[in-house]
């Protein structure tokens, strides 16, 4: 047995959250087979390049920013969506090399960022329950119970549109997605010339702060391969639990290899990070830290909508760099959901109140800045 095939067997024995209903679907076998028979979307040497700049991150030299929509959508994988997406992803990152006077590492959450764990697995939509959407990945947006539908054939899906927004980006930023699906990421897993295992569906996975369990099957994935790899933080977090996963994800002490993005709250943050970065410090790791003040700051508008609210965002933002300079420690830059449109999905700046929500709320998931907006946290906080 090959060392993919045993690793594969070993996460199959692991527990996995936040997985689709399709495990005794008929054509689950053959359309995992298909995606391990496909070209990799990314290549050895562009991910030992990135793995290059973000060492440089770690060691105070540069920035990074990592930013994208929310939930990738498979309409918006042709070139004009891909290049308006990459102009304001190189904007934002532009500004805040300008801001800072260092140069900024961009990623972008796109290629790939088509599932979402969700808190819920069904929902009730006009008196009806029915799955709750977990990305376009695994099922359909509309509101029917057949779209929704947990639906393997989209696993093929997700590869083509992510192949067809890379081929769109050939100069572009490096890529980046949760890696949420095994059965979408595992098949993907394959040796590189140097023996090493690589994860061929993205430049920079990361692990969510719903499956960072350290001993399911998402860590294990990802510990066993070469890729730079990051992992969420939450405010429940515990400094013990946070240094057992950089021991699992990061047992060489390699600067580069591992990124950490807080997601904390405002009100939060400046209590459950500190703890936490000491305790990573004291144990060796050359962590890259990021600060996603998104996750933790999303509220319901009395309208019904998911919303955040930039003054919380940016209070975040600032409360983590403050923190980790406190420290002695380098704020290493912004994880962000932020459409290339002029969406009015988060209130604050151009968007004034709740009332303005509606205009133009267009995000599959949760609400995401417009460029505006997004502009203005990098100003306040950088």
């Keep these: 047995m090959s060392a993919v095939a ?49 060492a440089k991150v770690a060691a105070g030299e540069a920035l990074l920013l990592q930013a994208g929509d929310c939930a990738e959508s498979f309409a918006e994988s042709g070139p004009e969506h891909t290049a308006a997406k990459v102009a304001a992803l190189t904007g934002l990152s532009d500004l805040l090399s300008l801001s ?27 008196g009806v329950e029915m799955p709750t959407f977990r990305g376009h990945i695994v099922n359909a947006p509309e509101a029917d119970p057949a779209a929704r539908a947990a639906d393997p054939e989209r696993l093929l899906l997700a590869y083509a549109h992510s192949s067809r927004v890379l081929a769109a980006m050939p100069d572009g930023p490096w890529v980046s997605h949760e890696a949420l699906l095994l059965d979408y990421e595992g098949p993907q897993v394959r040796p590189g010339a140097t023996g090493d295992l690589l994860l061929a569906s993205t430049h920079l996975p990361w692990i969510g702060e719903r499956t960072r369990q350290a001993d399911h099957a998402h860590v294990a994935m990802l510990a066993a391969v070469a890729n730079p790899v990051a992992c969420k933080v939450g405010p429940t977090a515990s400094p013990e639990s946070v240094v057992d996963l950089c021991a699992r994800l990061d047992p060489d002490r390699r600067p580069g290899r591992l990124t950490l993005i807080a997601r904390m709250g405002a009100g939060r943050v400046a209590e459950a990070l500190p703890p936490i970065a000491r305790a990573v410090r004291q144990a060796g790791h050359p962590v890259v830290w990021l600060s996603d003040p998104m996750h933790g700051n999303t509220v319901r508008a009395k309208s019904g909508e998911k919303t955040r609210h930039l003054d919380s965002m940016i209070a975040e933002a600032v409360l983590f760099r403050v923190s980790l300079e406190r420290l002695g420690l380098h704020p290493g830059g912004l994880h962000l959901e932020v459409a290339a449109a002029d969406v009015t999905e988060c209130v604050g700046g151009n968007v004034p109140g709740e009332d303005a929500l509606r205009r133009r709320y267009e995000s599959l998931c949760d609400p995401r800045l417009n460029p505006s907006q997004a502009r203005e946290l990098i100003t306040s906080v950088f």
């Design 6 to 54: 045993e690793l594969h067997q070993r996460w199959e024995m692991l527990p996995a959250r936040e997985q689709p209903d399709w495990r005794d679907h008929p054509e689950l076998s053959r359309i995992r087979a298909e995606l391990r028979s496909r070209e990799p979307l990314v290549t050895e040497s562009e991910i030992a390049a990135a793995r290059a700049g973000i």
């Design 100 to 126: 800072t006077g260092r140069p900024v590492m961009r990623f972008a959450r796109m290629a790939g960022q088509y599932a979402k764990p969700r808190s819920s697995p069904t929902e009730m939509v006009g």
